[in-house]
């Protein structure tokens, strides 16, 4: 039929051979994607640790959550597909993720879910160009109508099941006894509720409303002039460059002009 001939078997030394995908990362690439996604760090509550869903070989994500899933689709995903697919491969991902950041918004104007619509067309015509049509199910197609519910049932977080679904897995996880549940949910969450709020008159030791957060930024250096304090810690090895002299004068004049502690030194 001549569809998509880069993808047909090629025959060499009497042995069929299947080129690699273009939508599909190489192992190179797929290694430095699941080096990207264990590098980062959400602040606490906010999602899973990914650090941990990597495997020790860089080569799988695995144990994401619903909302993990969420989160790698609309922030994660569109960073880390620009180094290893091609270009018009991840910029069809990059919009389908952008489509999704827009549904999942905190407020949503009508006309733009009225744009949107008419932009998922045209998104989903680019994968069709990009991926087998095996990969286009009955869910796929969900996607056109996701607008259209939006425009009806208002934004998607007020009607997402996430924060019922978190609190249902920490119930289960205060049975103790299989044969009766309830007792075992009710006897743990009067304890939880007790110990909780003996912890509010507690000094001296960490509880939990005095812990630092996971990913809490502790250790910060002081700095003599305020013009240099950050609020940030570093993420790596320091560096020492060499400034050339248009950016050690633009430097100087920065501190001059903004520092107060050279202030009395101002002639």
Not at 99 to 126: G, H, P, W, Y
Not at 241 to 249: D, H, N, Q, S, V
Request: proline share 6%; glycine share 6%.
């Amino acid at each position: 039929m001549g569809i998509r001939p880069h993808l047909w078997l090629t025959e060499k030394n009497n042995k069929f051979y299947q080129p690699h995908a273009p939508y599909s990362f190489k192992p190179s690439d797929r290694e430095r994607f699941c080096q990207f996604i264990r590098g980062v760090r959400l602040p606490d509550g906010y999602g899973s640790n990914f650090k941990n869903k990597v495997s020790s070989n860089n080569s799988n994500i695995t144990g994401l959550k619903s909302h993990d899933y969420h989160i790698l689709m609309q922030l994660l995903l569109p960073i880390g597909v620009r180094a290893g697919l091609p270009s018009d491969v991840s910029t069809a991902i990059t919009n389908l993720c952008t489509f999704f950041k827009k549904i999942c918004a905190r407020s949503l104007d009508v006309e733009d879910m009225r744009k949107a619509q008419k932009e998922v067309v045209n998104i989903l015509c680019n994968l069709e160009l990009i991926f087998p049509p095996a990969f286009f199910d009955i869910m796929i197609h969900l996607v056109v109508h996701l607008p259209e519910e939006a425009i009806l049932g208002g934004p998607v977080f007020m009607r997402w099941m996430y924060p019922f679904e978190r609190y249902m897995k920490k119930l289960k996880g205060y049975i103790g006894n299989k044969a009766r549940p309830e007792g075992s949910i009710a006897e743990r969450y009067v304890a939880d509720e007790a110990l909780t709020f003996c912890s509010m008159y507690l000094e001296g030791m960490e509880t939990k409303f005095n812990r630092p957060d996971r990913n809490a930024d502790a250790g910060i250096l002081k700095r003599q002039l305020h013009v240099f304090s950050s609020q940030c810690r570093p993420t790596s090895k320091k560096q020492v460059r060499i400034l050339c002299p248009e950016a050690k004068k633009s430097l100087e004049w920065l501190v001059l002009n903004n520092c107060d502690e050279i202030k009395d030194y101002k002639s």
